[in-house]
């Protein structure tokens, strides 16, 4: 089959999602001007840059995480394992601003060095950002798409001693969450290798 966006799929469901997929998933923590704090999820989340490091997040209107990043001009992702898959998902939840997603996932805050929000304990990984910037996105006609872009570079980067191997992050043993369209999800138990061909 073959349908342009703009005059709909025809299928139950808009298949664009499953088809950008897996993607990795930024769990932003943010806080607000007056301190209070902010977690959700992101799944159009990625690494655009690795020196320096640079992470974007994108969503669907300006909520909460994107005023905070904007305002204070820091955030921290938070790595996503199978083991806090369901208080991700519990974070996700339409709170009202300033009511805290950590107390109703049920999930302890540990201080980052850096910058002032703080990250979720029990991930294996986080990455301390600043904000470079926040971009509205426009289609080819001009007009907004109503989604706003938070790039931020990494500052600082915390790491569980355990989910590393032989000095190495284990993705795999830490089981990392992904997003891949309507209400489907996957996690990392398996890797290979594939050594790159040479000139």
Sequence with gaps: ???????????????????????????????????????????????????????????????????NAEATGEFVCNFVSFALKDAMNESSAPLPAGESEFERAGLETAPCRLVKPPRVALSPAALECKVLNVTELHDL???????????????????DDAALTDGLFDTSREGAVARCGYLDYAAVFEMFAMPRPRG
Excluded at 141 to 158: D, I, K, N
């Design 141 to 159: 006609a001009g007009r907004s798409a109503g989604r706003f872009v938070v790039t931020g570079q990494v500052v600082g980067v915390h790491i």
């Design 1 to 67: 089959m073959f349908y342009e966006p703009g005059a709909g799929h025809g299928l139950p469901h808009d298949p664009f999602k499953a088809i950008v997929a897996p993607r990795p998933i930024g769990w932003i923590s943010t806080v607000d001007p007056a301190g209070r704090p902010n977690l959700a999820p992101y799944s159009f989340f990625n690494g655009v840059c690795d020196d320096p490091p640079i992470v974007m997040f994108s969503s669907a209107g300006r909520k909460d995480s994107v005023a």
